[in-house]
């Protein structure tokens, strides 16, 4: 049986992977996927504890966490196919109308 | 007993229908048809008409006395309590109308007269342009009229007075486009405010002397509420407060007498008369000779109470009457244009008028004025007719011989001009032989000369002139060789029915017009005076100061022969120099150029009021102008410009360095402490996801050190 | 020894194709190698004894949202965006950042591996045999403590759903 430790690394690993594209991409789609990835290895997260404590408890909250991706990409690509279709673009550096 | 019935108690509608289809032919007249015009115009004026001689029988029906019906529609200008005689009065002004003999006899000659010009209208204007608006003048004119001899107080006759002064002036102006019509008809407008001036002031003093400008509170169901002029002056004259020939009572005399001057064009304001020529001929019949200009006849005899007790200002209506009438009839003598020469006899019929008037023949004055209406109209429609038949002509020196050629127009018109000379028994003998016998009546036996015989006198030789300038005309223009210009010769022609019909009722008129006198003729009373008489009574008869004392019949016949007879005497000369001789007149002239002259050019009245009034106004005018350019432009307003635009460059300097600069420099140093801050808000997303991980490093960087310090402890 | 194998399998796959994913100029490829990395997940899931999760993730990431991301892929129009800069400007101070983080968390793990019976080798508080059915216990969990957040997450889905098809819908 692998320790936490091994897991905990895998999920850092993979968030980390998911913030660097969240980060550096420009195209929005890419972008999306890697916020995927990050909760994704949030789940592993909480899967790997529920196992080490015996507790169920985590993996009910892994899945909320993809019902709430399911929601979040749904919303997500619904916002870039309304901008798209305004915009004719994908990159997330000409979506600055936040800009002060 | 009291008058009533229908056409009384729809009195208002007399000036209404008139009122409504001039509205509708102002407004709308332009889309509707010539045959819709005339019937609207004309029907409407018919219909005033029936009202009228509807409401005179009915007013007719009760006893001489009560023969008065007011009618109050409502109260017009209500400005509250004023200071009158015996206290504050509250002065009202109400819109109502007033049947009594006097306006009775108005109103029929307006409306009768009126619409057979109306009637006549439709062929003398039917070839012209503008239909419509003619006639909605002229029935604007007829309410207006209408107005005027139907009101019930001063301020409501002043209404139609001024409204039948407008509809002149445009009436004068119809052919705007000429430019000596536009000029006539500001001639006429300006003269007119002269002697509205005075007679204004003549309402404002009647207003404050006796608290009210009714005329009379006869016949209204309160007479104390609604006080009339003739019951103050007569409560004034019981108390004692006014008396025979008091200044006040001049003085309101004599305005309202310059107010009938300017609008009857007597001496001096008649000069705008002749011009008003320049309109159509129609209107030239209808209100430059019989309704409009008796306005002020009919002014004067509505406030007869008044005159009556103020003999200077008599005095000067007789005189300023007697000067007219032989003043405008010499200049008739030279005029060889056929309007301008019944213009001048109008003055000076006028002129007779007031002559009536001045020496208290009230009654007779409006007997004048009634027959003058029949004749003068019938003389100007005919001239009308004349002008017609020879496309346009109106110089008296290219007519002649018209007699066969144009019947139904030739021998109406020889009936009006016997008429206006003064031959029994035609209309305008007996009038004028009225006015002239009450003249006679007021010398004093006992002085070989006064101003009466003298006034007389002027009346008598005035009447031989009259008929002699109007034979002049008459022989002129129908009898003779031939003068009209070959080329117009082939299109002379008889007037269309509708102008000629008017031509022979009119004649009819002039002939019968005048037997209300008859009576006088056995030596009793004239039954039209006696008619007028309640509503001429005055205040106290035996202040009247005119003694109605019977001149015997002998005198009375010797007076009606000497006006034939010097009638006669300007027939015969008119034939002499015109007709037997036709040279003659030109050899006259030359013998006396100098009065020749003087005549043809009116006694140059215009040219001495062109250099004593108008060219002075002008003068002045420029004067202003100079100050005006000057003082008020340059230094007033150019200054205040000046002065202002020097302040706001000032106030624009503080504002804009100043007050803005404040304004900016918060706002620069806003940005500025911003800059730092703002350079993190780039809008994009990714950049704000680097600044959360960023804080998570920093925070897990802290956290991490408190971690490492619980892991040493615990090991 | 067998799990270490299994583990690292998974792990290496899923790191690799993830980081293959945030690399790749084409988003069809990206979506790809993410699905990879959402299998390999899903392995982890079964390795760590949770059936139904392992089941979830492959019917519902898999096959639901990303085949929702290739269809948007497709819709969008894409040609241009591939012969565009796909970095950001930033990405450098991105990648010290990341690093920082990477670093900080990893001293951490690894530092708590010291400390007695708790973090980086935790062992398994309970032995795979003695496990509950996984569906079971997780069903009796749902739908009796989380009964609550159960339904919101139903609402919240169809919200998303309403607010996805209102922002999607062409304006009239």
């Known amino acids: 049986m692998m320790p936490i430790g091994y897991y905990l690394f895998l999920s850092m690993a993979l968030f980390l992977i998911g913030a660097i594209g969240v980060i550096t991409r420009r195209n929005v789609i890419v972008v999306l996927m890697s916020i995927e990835l990050i909760l994704n290895a949030v789940n592993i997260n909480l899967v790997a504890f529920s196992r080490i404590f ?32 305004n915009r004719e673009t994908v990159l997330e550096d000409e979506m600055d109308l936040l800009k002060w | 007993m009291t008058p009533s019935g229908y056409f009384l108690e729809h009195l208002w509608l007399i000036p209404l229908f008139p009122l409504v289809t001039a509205a509708l032919m102002l407004l709308i007249g332009r889309r509707l048809p010539r045959s819709a015009v005339s019937f609207f115009c004309v029907g409407s004026v018919f219909l005033s008409f029936v009202h009228a001689a509807g409401a005179v029988f009915q007013l007719l029906a009760v006893a001489p006395e009560n ?123 300006i003269v007119n405010r002269i002697g509205d001036t005075g007679f204004l002031l003549g309402i404002f003093l009647i207003a404050t002397t006796f608290g009210t400008v009714r005329f009379t509170s006869q016949m209204l169901s309160d007479p104390v509420a609604y006080a009339g002029i003739l ?90 009457g007697a000067t007219t009438a032989i003043f405008a009839a010499s200049m008739a003598v030279a005029q060889n244009d056929i309007k301008k020469v019944l213009a001048y006899s109008t003055i000076s019929q006028l002129g007779y008028m007031f002559l009536a008037l001045g020496v208290g023949a009230f009654s007779a004055g409006i007997f004048h004025l009634m027959t003058h209406s029949f004749f003068k109209a019938l003389l100007f429609l ?39 000379a003064g031959i029994p028994p035609l209309a305008g003998f007996f009038s004028k032989d009225e006015i002239l016998g009450h003249v006679f009546n007021r010398h004093n036996e006992s002085l070989i000369m006064d101003r009466y015989l003298f006034l007389w006198a002027i009346g008598v030789v005035t009447a031989g002139i009259t008929a002699f300038y109007m034979f002049r005309l008459f022989f002129q223009v129908f009898r003779g060789r031939s003068r009209v210009a070959t080329e117009l010769e082939e299109h002379i022609h008889e007037s269309p029915k509708s102008m000629t019909v008017p031509l022979m009722i009119l004649a009819f008129l002039s002939i019968c017009g005048g037997w209300f006198a008859l009576p006088v003729l056995w030596g009793e009373n004239n039954t039209f005076g006696t008619f007028l008489e309640p509503a001429l009574r005055g205040v106290k008869d035996e202040i009247g100061g005119v003694e109605v004392g019977h001149h015997t019949l002998f005198k009375e016949y010797l007076l009606m022969m000497a006006s034939v007879g010097i009638a006669t005497l300007g027939i015969w000369l008119a034939y002499r120099l015109y007709l037997q001789y036709p040279k003659l007149h030109s050899k006259v ?66 504002d804009k360095w100043v007050i803005d600069g404040l304004v900016n420099l918060a706002g620069k140093i806003t940005n500025g402490l911003s800059v730092p801050v703002r350079m993190f808000q780039t809008g994009v997303f990714s950049s704000y996801a680097v600044l959360i991980l960023l804080g998570l490093a920093i925070l897990l960087g802290y956290y991490g050190h408190h971690m490492h310090m619980i892991v040493r402890n615990l090991r | 020894m067998l799990d270490k194998v299994i583990f690292f399998f998974f792990a290496g796959v899923a790191i690799l194709s993830a980081g293959l994913m945030v690399t790749r100029r084409n988003a069809i490829h990206s979506a790809v190698f993410l699905i990879t990395t959402l299998l390999a997940t899903a392995g982890i899931f079964l390795q760590l004894r949770a059936e139904f999760i392992f089941i979830a993730q ?11 991301f290739v269809f948007v ?100």
């Open chain 2, 67 to 189: 023969r008065v019906y007011q009618q109050i529609l409502f109260e017009w200008i209500t400005p509250g309590a004023m200071p009158g005689p015996g206290g504050l009065v509250n002065f009202v002004a109400d819109w109502g109308y007033l049947l009594d003999p006097l306006s009775c006899v108005m109103v029929l000659v307006v409306t009768g007269v009126g619409f057979l010009i109306h009637v006549y209208s439709i062929g003398y204007m039917g070839h012209e342009g503008g239909y419509y608006r003619f006639f909605g003048y002229m029935n604007l004119f007829m309410f207006s009229m209408l107005t005027l001899v139907l009101a019930n107080n001063l301020l409501l006759l002043f209404v139609g007075w001024e409204g039948v002064g407008l509809c002149s002036y445009l009436l004068i102006g119809f052919y705007f486009l000429k430019k000596s019509a536009a000029d006539a008809g500001k001639k006429a407008f």
């Open chain 3, 73 to 172: 892929i497709m819709l969008v129009r894409l040609d241009v965006a591939l012969h565009q800069i796909q970095f950001s400007r930033q990405k450098w101070v991105a990648l010290l950042v990341t690093l920082a983080l990477a670093l900080e968390v990893g001293v951490m793990l690894w530092s708590s591996r010291k400390v007695p019976g708790q973090g980086f080798l935790l062992p398994n508080a309970v032995p795979a045999g003695k496990l509950p059915p996984n569906t079971e216990a997780l069903a009796g969990r749902l739908f009796d403590a989380y009964l609550l957040p159960f339904e919101i997450a139903s609402v919240l889905l169809l919200v998303a759903m309403v607010g996805a098809v209102v922002m999607a819908k062409k304006r009239t």
């Open chain 3, 58 to 68: 492959i019917i519902l990431y898999v096959g639901g949202i990303m085949v929702l």
């Open chain 2, 382 to 420: 005919g001239a009308g007719s004349v002008i017609h038949a020879l496309s346009g002509e109106q110089d008296l020196r290219k007519m002649g011989g018209l007699w066969n050629t144009i019947p139904a127009t030739s021998r109406p018109f020889l009936i009006a001009t016997l008429a206006i």
């Open chain 1, 54 to 85: 015996g507790d169920v408890a985590g993996q009910v909250f892994a899945l909320f966490i993809i019902a709430d991706a399911a929601a979040e990409a749904v919303v997500g690509l619904g916002i870039i196919i309304a901008f798209f279709r």
């Open chain 2, 231 to 320: 019951e103050t002056l007569r409560a004034m004259v019981d108390q004692g407060r006014l008396a025979y020939g008091a200044p006040i009572l001049t003085g309101i005399a004599l305005l309202l007498f310059v107010g009938a001057t300017g609008k009857s064009a007597q001496v001096p304001l008649y000069v705008w008369l002749p011009d008003a020529m320049e309109g159509p001929t129609p209107v030239s019949a209808l209100i430059h000779a019989a309704t409009m200009v008796t306005a002020g006849v009919y002014m004067v005899a509505r406030m007869s109470a008044i005159y009556q007790l103020a003999p200077v200002a008599m005095d000067v209506v007789a005189i300023v």
């Open chain 2, 589 to 654: 002239a030359a013998a006396w150029p100098r009065l020749h002259n003087l005549l043809i050019n009116k006694y140059y009245v215009d040219e001495i009021y062109d250099a004593l009034f108008v060219n002075r106004v002008k003068d002045l005018s420029t004067a202003f102008g100079v100050v005006d350019a000057k003082l008020i432009d340059g230094v007033g307003v150019d200054g205040a410009g000046w002065l202002a635009r020097v302040i706001s460059r000032i106030s624009m300097w503080w």
